[in-house]
Structure formats: C-alpha cells, structure tokens
C-alpha cells in the first residue's frame, strides 16, 4: 500500500475497493477497473513529467 496515495502499489486500487470487490456487482468491477487504468494513465504522464524535468538541465529555470 502506497501510504501518500492511499493506493495499492500492485493493483492501483483503495483499501475500500479491494474490501468490497468480491461483493460488487459486474457494473461497479467494471467503474473501478476504468479508475484504476486512469489512475494509471495519470501516474504514468507525472513519471514521465518529473523524468523529463530531472533529466532537462533547463527545465527549472525555464518553468520560472
């Protein structure tokens, strides 16, 4: 479990999602599952964004 986020580090889902999965309708697996690959998504453009800035000799100047 990833304490900032809240999120596990495996699956990208909350404490209350893996709680309640088994008892979740297919609708709401499937609400969870488009978070989850959102959340993705999001994680993946801010690694990306801090990669090029740490990597960018010129990044923090020009974001001045």
């Given at each position: 479990?990833?304490?900032?986020?809240?999120?596990?580090?495996?699956?990208?889902?909350?404490?209350?999602e893996?709680?309640?999965?088994?008892?979740?309708?297919?609708?709401?697996?499937?609400?969870?599952?488009?978070?989850?690959?959102?959340?993705?998504?999001?994680?993946?453009?801010?690694?990306?964004?801090n990669?090029?800035?740490?990597?960018?000799?010129?990044?923090?100047?020009?974001s001045?």
């Open positions: 479990m990833h304490l900032a986020s809240g999120l596990c580090a495996g699956c990208a889902r909350t404490l209350d893996i709680a309640t999965w088994s008892s979740m309708d297919r609708a709401q697996k499937q609400a969870v599952l488009v978070a989850v690959a959102k959340r993705r998504e999001s994680a993946s453009a801010n690694a990306k964004a990669t090029a800035q740490a990597t960018d000799p010129h990044a923090a100047s020009a001045l």
